[in-house]
């Protein structure tokens, strides 16, 4: 979690949001992205957000695959990750693709579902995520926390402990966390599951 999610967007969409300047050049995005592509973020440089391409994912150490998501509980105890923590940026998603395992009680082998989870009202929302900047190009990843009730449904596989990313729903988190001069402890807040009784999100088997 989280390996693969969408992104639909007009260009008028993030600027309405309040997430990027009125004078920036966005493009339409319609696209499904996954570890180690180039990804749409967005970043504060020279006191003004900019839209950004990154690789989603840090380089692992041993060559495997990208580092994509960053445990927000444990990412300042981190060697690994507490160097890049005051460089964050925002993924705009509209929507994440887990895979539900389900039992089949005739043949008892697990089936794998991937599952579309959405904003109820269709909306792009904002995931937290930092970046670093290194000899082959700048690089990104997912906050993520606890799963929530709906998110852990889906994202149910054994023994894994369910991880949803953490998304921030208002202008004023959104710049709390984009703020260079906040620290990320004092920003570690921020990084919290949706509530279950918030209603936000829907889950459903996912269309090719």
Same mark, same amino acid.
């Given at each position: +979690? !989280? @390996?693969?999610?969408?992104? *639909?967007? #007009?260009?008028? =969409?993030?600027?309405?949001? &309040?997430?990027l300047p009125r004078d920036t050049r966005v493009p339409d995005i319609s696209s499904d992205f996954f570890p180690g592509m180039p990804v749409p973020v967005i970043r504060r440089h020279s006191?003004?957000?900019?839209?950004?391409?990154?690789?989603? /994912?840090?380089?692992?150490?041993?060559? /495997?695959?990208?580092?994509? @998501?960053?445990?927000?509980? *444990?990412?300042?105890?981190?060697?690994?990750?507490?160097?890049?923590?005051? @460089?964050?940026?925002?993924?705009?998603?509209?929507?994440?693709? =887990?895979?539900?395992? &389900?039992?089949?009680?005739?043949?008892?082998?697990?089936?794998?579902?991937?599952?579309?989870?959405?904003?109820?009202?269709?909306?792009?929302?904002?995931?937290?995520?930092?970046?670093?900047?290194?000899? /082959? /190009?700048? !690089? !990104?990843? +997912? +906050?993520? !926390? &606890?799963? @929530? &009730?709906?998110?852990?449904?889906?994202?149910?596989?054994?023994? %894994?402990?369910?991880? +949803?990313?953490?998304?921030?729903?208002?202008? =004023?988190?959104?710049?709390?966390?984009?703020?260079?001069?906040?620290?990320? =402890? #004092?920003?570690? %807040?921020?990084?919290?599951?949706?509530?279950?009784?918030?209603?936000?999100?829907?889950?459903?088997?996912? %269309?090719?």
């Amino acid at each position: +979690m !989280c @390996n693969w999610y969408r992104l *639909k967007a #007009r260009p008028d =969409e993030l600027i309405d949001l &309040r997430w990027l300047p009125r004078d920036t050049r966005v493009p339409d995005i319609s696209s499904d992205f996954f570890p180690g592509m180039p990804v749409p973020v967005i970043r504060r440089h020279s006191d003004a957000r900019q839209l950004d391409e990154m690789t989603w /994912g840090f380089p692992a150490f041993n060559g /495997g695959r990208p580092i994509n @998501n960053t445990r927000s509980e *444990k990412a300042a105890s981190s060697p690994f990750w507490k160097r890049h923590l005051e @460089n964050r940026c925002l993924f705009p998603i509209t929507g994440a693709i =887990e895979w539900q395992h &389900r039992a089949n009680l005739q043949t008892g082998k697990v089936q794998k579902i991937p599952h579309m989870i959405s904003f109820r009202d269709a909306g792009i929302g904002a995931v937290a995520g930092i970046y670093g900047v290194g000899p /082959g /190009g700048a !690089c !990104c990843s +997912m +906050m993520t !926390c &606890r799963a @929530n &009730r709906l998110w852990s449904t889906i994202h149910n596989a054994k023994p %894994d402990d369910p991880r +949803m990313p953490c998304f921030l729903l208002d202008p =004023e988190s959104i710049a709390t966390w984009l703020d260079p001069d906040r620290s990320y =402890e #004092r920003a570690l %807040d921020l990084l919290q599951p949706l509530s279950d009784n918030a209603d936000l999100l829907i889950a459903g088997p996912k %269309d090719f």
